[in-house]
């Protein structure tokens, strides 16, 4: 994995352009530093951009007249999350959302890296030539890491030499549709696609993300009782997104999934199932294929874990995603799989549009634009639901650093370890706050967020990226000096 020289793209050493603590050596103390061997009261040595010391309170000795210290008390300082599932539609849709402010919000939020989705940006992340044209639109304007997925599309997966330059170039790994993606230069694949890409993965050793949905002969069009009026219902949407889609593509891929085992014709691949919804039977799937030795993981996302259906207003078309939003009771499974270990980690599928594709005057669920527009409240949203079912800083740090760290193959991120570059994020659990029309927002329409209007606790005091401090309290570093991060 490299962070240097990118299509020409010389990153600077730190700067107070980059950073808002300009020093090159410091050390970050607290009361509950999360580490990979528990939450403890000490200190993180960082010099460079990297963590070169972790020392318990008891062990630390330092002259501050001599050296930096920032003292967050009894704030957590935790490794910086990384979101594995994000569309910042850059380059061809920045008006959507775009690197800058997408990775503004994402300061603001505590996440430190990001994978952006080879969708929903124009042209779509399918080539070489098109990851070219992405890490180009990323450079000097990002202000956390970004790295990129590429897209496994028919063309592509029929053509071997196609994928194997894609993949030579830098992507971390490949996103698939098994049903239409609603981009027109990103076609849905069939599982025969997917089975004739894994050998090729399997080489890399990289794995392939799946949005595991398929198109079911339903029962007729789902009927408009009430004329237009209906499709402002959501359990209208819901209908014509049953649970059996995602059962359905899970079977399929299951099949595939076994090839992935020790001795398998596609060993060294590995399957990723993106933001699980059913947590009956398309989860029991996963977990038996888990059990048999098959190469797969699962996410779901703080949307699933913090809405239910029936709490969704009529025309608050603000909640469409796909695959949907589900019932109260399917909620409360989700929870049990993640507190289980079932669920391996959590994104944020952050899928923003321009606020007219949401229809929010209409409130047609029908025909509205789908995706959840989330990127900086994850942290404090899987806080707030997340309290009620106990969790942990710990369980916090593994489904929002370490795990996604291994899915993507950023061995240098995920966990305050000595080595590792100093990527963390600081944040105060017990303080809440108000996303209202005063709180200030970074994504690009606000909008358009299902967040909006929420009371939520856990909030982010200071965001360090390669030791860089570029997010501190409503401030962001005056320069862009995150990376585009390419697999080599």
């Given at each position: ?14 700067s ?6 300009p ?36 062990n ?17 300082v ?27 919000a ?13 969708l ?38 029929e053509?071997?030499?196609?994928l194997?330059?894609?993949l ?6 490949l ?17 025969s696609h ?22 079911l ?19 209208t949407y ?9 059962e ?32 009956r039977t ?12 098959d190469s ?12 239910a ?14 695959p ?14 993640l ?27 029908l025909k ?20 009620k ?19 993507a ?8 370890a ?11 659990p ?19 967020s299902a967040?909006?209007g ?10 360090f990226v ?7 309290e ?11 991060i390419?697999?080599?």
């Amino acid at each position: 994995m490299i962070l240097k020289k990118v299509y020409g793209y010389i990153p600077q050493l730190p700067s107070s352009d980059c950073s808002l603590l300009p020093h090159n050596h410091y050390w970050i103390s607290s009361k509950r530093i999360v580490t990979p061997n528990g939450t403890i009261s000490g200190a993180v040595e960082i010099k460079e951009g990297r963590i070169i010391s972790v020392v318990a309170e008891e062990n630390w000795h330092v002259n501050s007249s001599f050296t930096t210290v920032v003292n967050y008390g009894e704030s957590v300082v935790m490794p910086g999350f990384i979101d594995v599932h994000a569309h910042l539609d850059d380059p061809g849709r920045s008006e959507w959302e775009g690197f800058p402010s997408g990775t503004k919000a994402a300061a603001a939020g505590g996440v430190t890296t990001l994978v952006d989705m080879p969708l929903n940006s124009a042209p779509s992340t399918v080539s070489e030539e098109t990851l070219k044209l992405k890490v180009q639109a990323a450079e000097g304007r990002v202000y956390v890491d970004v790295g990129f997925w590429g897209g496994l599309v028919p063309e592509n997966a029929e053509n071997a030499s196609s994928l194997e330059r894609l993949l030579n170039a830098g992507v971390l790994g490949l996103k698939s549709f098994m049903v239409p993606s609603g981009i027109n230069d990103f076609p849905m694949t069939t599982a025969s696609h997917i089975k004739e890409a894994l050998p090729t993965l399997a080489r890399y050793k990289r794995p392939l993300l799946v949005h595991a949905e398929v198109l079911l002969d339903l029962d007729g069009k789902v009927e408009l009782e009430d004329g237009v009026e209906n499709a402002r219902s959501y359990s209208t949407y819901l209908k014509t997104r049953p649970a059996s889609m995602e059962e359905a593509a899970i079977n399929q891929l299951i099949t595939l999934s076994k090839d992935t085992r020790a001795g398998g014709s596609a060993e060294g691949a590995h399957l990723h199932i993106v933001h699980l919804s059913d947590a009956r039977t398309s989860l029991n799937l996963i977990k038996e294929a888990k059990q048999r030795g098959d190469s797969i993981t699962v996410e779901t996302c703080p949307h699933y874990l913090a809405f239910a259906a029936e709490d969704i207003p009529d025309g608050d078309t603000r909640f469409k995603c796909a695959p949907p939003i589900r019932d109260a009771a399917n909620k409360e499974k989700l929870w049990d799989a993640l507190l289980d270990g079932d669920i391996d980690m959590l994104s944020s599928d952050h899928s923003p549009s321009v606020p007219e594709m949401k229809l929010l005057d209409e409130g047609d669920f029908l025909k509205a634009w789908g995706g959840i527009s989330s990127l900086q409240f994850v942290l404090p949203a899987t806080w707030t639901h997340g309290r009620k079912y106990g969790i942990t800083f710990e369980q916090l740090a593994s489904w929002w650093s370490e795990n996604p760290a291994k899915l993507a193959g950023l061995t240098t991120k995920g966990a305050i370890a000595v080595g590792n570059q100093a990527d963390i994020v600081v944040w105060e659990p017990d303080m809440e706050f108000d996303l209202d029309n005063d709180y200030p927002v970074h994504i690009k329409h606000p909008s358009i967020s299902a967040y909006m209007g929420s009371r939520l606790s856990g909030k982010v005091l200071a965001t360090f990226v390669r030791g860089n401090l570029v997010y501190k309290e409503g401030n962001h570093a005056s320069q862009a000096c995150a990376l585009p991060i390419l697999h080599r």
